[in-house]
């Protein structure tokens, strides 16, 4: 696969999904090697995305978003 799937975040009030991203642009946004930690909780998670990547994803990858 040249891209990842699609992919969604949630909370109770919202839901967004954003389009594959492209593999070569994983490693600008992503810590893969925090992404194979053991994570606990949702906050684990965060520490995956790399800074300024929350930004570059809602700016570049969302395409729809359903309150």
């Known amino acids: 696969m ?6 969604a975040t949630a ?3 919202v839901i967004i999904i954003f389009r594959g991203v492209e593999r070569g642009e994983l ?5 893969a090697g925090c992404c194979r ?3 606990t909780s949702p ?3 965060t520490k995956a ?3 300024g990547a929350y930004e ?7 395409i729809a978003r359903a309150n």
């Open 11 to 13: 909370n109770k009030s």
């Open 37 to 39: 930690e053991k994570h």
């Open 49 to 51: 995305l790399k800074h």
């Open 27 to 31: 490693e600008s946004l992503l810590d």
């Open 43 to 45: 906050e684990d998670w």
């Open 56 to 62: 570059r994803l809602v700016q570049e990858y969302i």
């Open 2 to 7: 040249n891209r990842t799937p699609l992919f």
